[in-house]
C-alpha cells in the first residue's frame, strides 16, 4: 500500500514540479522581455533626440546663412517653437560656436556698425545692445568708427545737414526756432546728448552762440 501511494504521488509531484518551473520560466522570459522593451526604448528615445537636435543644429544652419544673430536671438527664435526642448537647444549652441558659425564678437561688431550708420549714439546703441544681452567695450566704437570714417561728434553734424539739406532756412524768427526745435528732437530721439545736438544746429546755422537756442 506504501508503495502504491508512492508510485501515485511521484508522478503527481513530478507533474507539479514542471508546472512550478514553467510558471518561473514563464516568469523570467516576461521580465527579459520587459528589460528588452524598455532597453528598445531608451534607445528609441536617444535616437529621437539626437536627431531632433540634427534638426535644431540644421535649422540653426538655415537661419545663420540668412542673417547674423546674437546668441540671445538665437535662443529665443528656437525657443518660439514649442518642439525645440531647452536641453536640445543647449545642446546645439555650443556645437555652433565651436565650428565658428555662431560668432558674438563679430555680431557685435555688425550691430554696432549698423546703427551708427544710422547716426544712432554710443549710448542709444549700448542700450539697444543690452535688450540682446549684448555688452559692448569702449574699443570696439572706436574700431567701427575707424571703419565709418567718422565719430559720434561728426556723426550728429552729418545728421543735422541731412535733415536741413532740402529745406529753406526761414527768415521769420519763429519759423526758424521750430525747425530749430524739430531737428534737435530728432537728434534727441537717435541718442544723442542734448548740449552736442544744440551746439551742430547752431554751427550749422552760422551762430555758435547757445543764446539763440535758449
Known sequence: MMAELVCISSP????????????????TDLEQLRKQISEAKGTSVIAEEAGDARR?????????ARQDYSEYKLRQKLRSKPQNLPHMIDEVIP????????????????????WMMKGESEDKIRRRGAQEKLEFNSEE?????????FTDEES??????KKLRSKAIPTNPLEKQKLRDKVLRFLISKGHDFSDAKKAINQYFGNQSTADFE
Open 95 to 114: 556645437k555652433l560656436k565651436e565650428r565658428g558659425l555662431l560668432r558674438e564678437e563679430s555680431y557685435r561688431r555688425l550691430f554696432i556698425r549698423k
Open 56 to 64: 535644431i543644429y540644421n535649422y540653426c544652419i538655415h537661419l545663420l
Open 141 to 149: 566704437f572706436r574700431m567701427v568708427e575707424q571703419e565709418l570714417g
Open 12 to 27: 503527481k509531484g513530478l507533474e507539479a514540479g514542471c508546472g512550478e518551473n514553467k510558471v518561473k520560466l514563464k516568469m
Open 156 to 161: 550728429i553734424e552729418k545728421l543735422v545737414a
